[in-house]
């Protein structure tokens, strides 16, 4: 029996090239300011329209500030790109959430939160981290500003497909462990290239328990393992998160949807091209210590020395210890922190804020600590002040911004400093990703809330009350 992912390329190839890519029908486009301008240009000089406008989705988010968005942006580039895409979707008829809409925020949090990411579509968009809404159950992938045109022009794009894998993580997650961890321990593991050729299908006990939050936390870093996309099993938890969002079907829509979407499953007998299974019992809080996402490790472990790298490692592991400020076989906890990020598409929802404030109630915020947090649309700040997390954050000494990709990437004003460590639940720490010369460790909303409180690397787990929302990012 075919897997899922060979039900849902298949059902939508439009045609099949001999010794060429697949014709492959795209259900949902999102567009954001940095990575479409070229592609509206192209459709302008061609002299052609959208031709499915109604499937198409825009709104800025990576340039957008994170203060004062009621004011002219200060950079004249991010201006440019933002006020270029208001335009674009003016001039074609499209979707728009500008900036300070009740409805804008970072693409890939608004899409699953308003229903627009479906099980069963296949979904594009002129970035990587597309992947995420493959946590619906969908084919989601990034792609570059010409595939961006291509889509736009016909609502279709040529892809070659990829091969197929599956990753089942067993057991339980024990407290304080995360999604993110598991991402982070899974990029270790497999390394930055494990994936590449691959779409994941991630399947085991750990994430049937994950909330669908969680899911689309680990499906956005399915990127950062090579891969070209991740995505899991719609089931009951993904029916129960969609149901009465804005686009989701309704009445006996709703039914028929859901009735359809139980079908979406690889079979007992699926073959995949390549299957691992990881124990939840060998996963704990994790951080990073170089300079890609796969160099981490446990908060409680040191890290390695040169004699653990191969020889053809060992040179740019050199070279990222020496970027970060760090020693081989060195131990980070305890490690002095300047700044606390929590945000981005990967831990910007809410339950990531639950997350954070569950540490951080009845504490504050340690001196020298700059931190910035970012809820991923305007949909989590409403649901943030509603849960009276906003009074939790206030009291401990933070601040809420306003959304956007903020700290995540260095294009827009919040930018780590040269040489400062950032704590960061981002999904990168390349040089330079979040400011030039900022040193960057990625963690997830629990560890960054300890280093917020304690102003230095700590174990969210010394922190944790005896009971703690439930979180799954």
Known sequence: ???????????????????????????????????????????????????????????????????????????????????????????????HYGMLSPDNGIIHVVGPEKGLSLPGMTIVCGDSHTSTHGALGAIAFGIGTSEVEMVLASQCILQQKPRSMRINIEGKLAPGVTAKDVALYLMEKLTTSGGTGYFVEYAGQVVRDMSVEGRLTLCNLSIEIGARGG?????????????????????????????????????????????????????????????????????????????????????????????????????????HVDYVFLGACTNGRIEDFRAFASIVRGRHKAPGITAWLVPGSWAVDRQIRAEGLDRILTEAGFEIRQPGCSACLAMNDDKIPAGKYSVSTSNRNFEGRQGPGARTILASPLVAAAAAVTGVITDPRQLMPATIPTTNS
Not at 17 to 46: K, M, N, W
Not at 307 to 317: L, T, V
């Open 231 to 335: 995505f899991v099993a719609p089931d009951e938890k993904t029916f129960e998160y969609l149901k009465g969002r804005e686009y989701a079907p309704k009445g006996a829509a709703w039914d028929q949807a859901v009735s359809r979407w139980r079908t979406l499953r690889s079979g007992d007998d699926a073959v995949f091209d390549r299957e691992l299974t990881f124990q939840a019992s060998d996963i704990e809080p994790r951080i990073t210590y170089g300079t890609n996402p796969g160099m981490g490790i446990g908060i409680t472990e040191s890290i390695p020395t040169l004699a653990d790298i191969a020889p053809s490692g060992q040179a740019s592991f050199l070279k990222s210890l020496h970027y970060m400020g760090f020693s081989e076989g060195e131990q980070l906890l305890g490690h």
């Open 1 to 95: 029996m075919n897997t899922l992912f060979d039900k849902i390329w298949d059902s939508h190839v439009v045609q099949l090239v001999d010794d060429g890519p697949t014709q492959l029908y795209i259900d949902r486009l999102y567009c954001h300011e940095v990575t479409s301008p070229q592609a509206f240009d192209g459709l302008r000089a061609r002299g052609l329209k959208c031709f499915r406008p109604k499937q198409i989705f825009c709104m800025p988010d990576h340039n957008t500030p994170t203060h004062d968005q009621d004011k002219p942006i200060a950079d004249p580039v991010s201006r440019a790109q933002v006020e270029t895409l208001e335009r674009n979707c003016r001039d074609f008829g499209l979707t």
